[in-house]
């Protein structure tokens, strides 16, 4: 499994950004991919997963209505879209997957076994 993500950039805070997830290697039917991030000095934290059949979507309190998880199965995507981003979503964004994890398990960290290479949120005040 092959997870690479990009999107990442310099924006404003009240802008928006889109990262993108392309995923390969497999079918990911039975997946869940997700997005984590990790702020400098703190511990990666879930931000949003979507279950690759059936579209179940699961996000942190601190992104939910702000953010939006989705995904084409044509294309092996998964894309995180940002709207309303603050100086407190910086942070390196990564993506990836999780082979039939259940539902309670799906913002756990170690539900995760693959992951691609981080792109770097920064939000100015």
């Known amino acids: 499994v092959q997870l690479q993500a990009s999107g990442g950039g310099l924006v404003q805070a009240g802008e928006s950004l889109r990262l993108s997830c392309a995923a390969s290697?497999?079918?990911?039917?039975?997946?869940?991919v997700g997005w984590f991030r990790q702020a400098p000095g703190r511990e990666r934290e879930f931000v949003a997963t979507?279950?690759?059949?059936?579209?179940?979507?699961v996000y942190a309190d601190s992104v939910k209505g702000r953010f939006t998880i989705s995904r084409d199965s044509a294309k092996n995507m998964v894309y995180l879209q940002m709207n309303s981003l603050g100086p407190d979503d910086t942070a390196v964004y990564y993506c990836?997957?999780?082979?039939?994890?259940?539902?309670?398990?799906?913002?756990?960290?170690?539900?995760?076994?693959?992951w691609g290479q981080g792109t770097l949120v920064t939000v100015s005040s």
């Open positions: 990836a997957a999780a082979p039939r994890v259940i539902y309670s398990s799906l913002a756990v960290l170690s539900s995760y076994h693959y």
């Open positions: 290697g497999r079918t990911f039917s039975g997946y869940a």
């Open positions: 979507i279950r690759w059949s059936g579209g179940t979507t």
